[in-house]
């Protein structure tokens, strides 16, 4: 008779699983052991669960389909907290198995106990105990078709002792998913298109729920004249093949984003949870369209909320909305769009004399010479700044991140799920120093699986943005410095294939080696740390806290860093 673990594995094999993220423990004895047997799922060992976790979120994330990771009991499945959290942000379905405790021992505050169905439930859209191996497969089941249907986290907390006992029921249940297609009703629909059709200046702000509906959305914008801005999460969905893309908004976006949206007079929000109010236009009548009725109005206040599938909702406000022939908003912010890129494209060139590298330079050398089908992992900060500016995606290209988290060291243990998941496709991480020092030991990961990610250190000494914050908001920088060892000779100690760049004129090659080379590699680009990145807007309270910043930085002794800040942005400050 079959086991709950043997059951388990056998179930995940049913539905086209050959893979589970974790590390072993002896609460997890039952499972491993089952998938050891079995021979058909691959055990993709880690260093850390947390990259386990967040493995399995890049994972589902590039692939659309179910990833599973597995924590023994105690600090395995606290180490796995802050990985699901990223992953059902993100809303990408993920099954952990989080081992328990033997049953008999709970409650007694007996080794490594904790209560996991308590820890897991803010980061999850179902979690249960299976306290009776009669509960099973049925509450598998559920858990898969809750992580599926509501894009998120599933957790099963199980006993070591319960996925060792005998299942009664050793049928292998199969996951249909279900492809429904929601669409406003009629009246509402026609209520969008009346809106739209009175405007004068329409422009679209597109976010993650435009994947799959690009031409859709393209050509909504083609009828309405309308420039599209994206949100750092939409950009993989609609930047590509888009003649009316005109770049981000936000804190990291761009100046022409920033302008198509104050200039519009009717902003259509499609798929998109862009968090930042400051942003959005207060003049202008705004329609929402988003899958979750509950995101409507959410970010601000609405002049009419769609609940639909953006793909089908935007083709079926196509017939419905009239073409705009004067089409000089568009036509204002494809230019302003074009002087925008230029300005920072100017940004992106070798540092002059000994200054480091302007890390510009080496986001727009990666954008050249990354493979047409790249899949980018960016650090949160300022690697993702530069990720979101320089970076330019195809159809074919991936860009994933912790945008909505906002976890430090996620590139490396995304890279590594987006590798496992896509062994034939290029995966490059851009991390963060401080980042890829936080999970260092993830490189060892690379070398034992053989995953080919490139790992790019942006190492600019600090908690970069962090830095630039604290100066926006008027304080002197603090406790931010990092000594940072010799990335590469770090890497090549765990044997993977590096080169450390101190000069611009070194950078090309080295990118194009490191990019080349068949196996895990790494290249440690020493960065400006004094590099600004400049919001599209900047704020009187901004200006305000960079002046009390620079009074203070003085008073403290410490003027020698505003004489090389304006050093480092000489180019674009002046």
Not at 279 to 289: E, G, L, N, S
Not at 420 to 427: E, F, G, I, K, N
Not at 462 to 480: D, P, R, W
Request: glycine share 8%; proline share 5%; hydrophobic share 45%.
């Amino acid at each position: 008779m079959a086991n709950v673990a043997e059951n388990i594995v056998k179930t995940l094999h049913a539905n086209g699983i050959d893979r589970v993220y974790g590390i072993p423990g002896d609460s997890l004895n039952g499972f491993t052991d089952a998938l050891r047997k079995d021979g058909t799922i691959r055990w993709v060992h880690v260093r850390h669960e947390e990259s386990a976790a967040f493995a399995a979120a890049a994972d589902a994330a590039t692939t659309g389909e179910l990833a599973v990771v597995a924590g023994s009991c105690g600090p395995g499945n606290l180490h796995l907290i802050n990985g699901l959290y990223d992953a059902n942000r993100s809303r990408v379905p993920v099954l952990a198995i989080a081992a328990q405790i033997p049953t008999t021992e709970i409650g007694t505050g007996y080794f490594q106990e904790t209560h996991p169905q308590e820890l897991f439930r803010e980061c999850s859209v179902y979690v249960e105990y299976v306290a009776d191996p009669k509960q099973m497969p049925r509450l598998l089941e559920i858990a898969m078709r809750a992580a599926i249907e509501e894009r998120g986290v599933a957790v099963l907390v199980i006993p070591g002792d319960v996925a060792l006992a005998d299942i009664a029921d050793d049928r292998a249940v199969v996951i249909e998913r279900a492809q429904p297609v929601v669409l406003p009703n009629p009246a509402e629909l026609e209520k969008a298109a009346t809106l739209l059709n009175a405007a004068k200046n329409v422009t679209i702000l597109a976010g993650a729920g435009v994947e799959g509906a690009h031409d859709e959305v393209i050509a909504l914008a083609d009828k309405l004249g309308a420039p599209i801005v994206h949100a750092l999460r939409g950009k993989e969905f609609i930047e590509y093949d888009n003649p009316f893309d005109v770049g981000m908004t936000g804190l990291l976006g761009f100046a022409s984003g920033f302008r198509a949206m104050e200039a519009a007079d009717a902003l259509l929000v499609l798929g998109s949870d862009f968090p930042y109010e400051q942003f959005y236009p207060d003049h202008a009548k705004t329609i929402q369209v988003d899958i979750r009725g509950a995101q409507l109005g959410k970010r601000h206040p609405l002049d009419l909320g769609l609940v639909g599938d953006v793909r089908a909702t935007a083709d079926a406000l196509l017939p419905r909305v009239a073409r705009k022939d004067d089409r000089s908003h568009l036509d204002d912010a494809i230019a302003h769009y074009r002087k925008t890129r230029k300005k920072l494209d100017e940004l992106a060139v070798p540092a002059k004399g000994n200054r480091p590298i302007h890390p510009q330079y080496l986001a727009r050398l990666l954008d050249e010479h990354a493979a047409d089908d790249a899949i980018f992992t960016a650090d949160v900060g300022s690697p993702t700044v530069w990720a979101a500016r320089y970076l330019s995606m195809t159809e074919q290209r991936g860009l994933i991140g912790s945008f909505t988290h906002g976890s430090m060291a996620n590139a490396l243990m995304h890279g590594i799920g987006a590798q496992v998941a896509h062994p034939d496709r290029q995966v490059v991480a851009l991390a963060g120093d401080g980042g890829l020092a936080m999970m260092l030991g993830e490189l060892l990961t690379l070398t034992q699986n053989k995953l080919p990610v490139k790992t790019i250190v942006v190492n600019n000494s600090s908690l970069n943005f962090v830095e630039l914050e604290m100066k926006a908001a008027g304080f002197v920088t603090y406790g931010t410095g990092l000594e940072n060892p010799s990335f590469a000779a770090i890497a090549e100690a765990m044997g993977i294939f590096a080169r450390r760049v101190e000069r611009s004129e070194d950078l090309p090659d080295a990118v194009r080696e490191v990019l080349a080379h068949d196996g895990p590699a790494l290249l440690d680009v020493v960065t400006e740390r004094q590099e600004l990145s400049m919001p599209p807007a900047i704020e009187a309270a901004q200006v305000k806290g960079f002046a009390l910043y620079a009074i203070r930085t003085v008073m403290s002794g410490r003027g020698d860093e505003l004489l090389d800040l304006a050093k480092a942005n000489w180019r674009q400050l002046f």
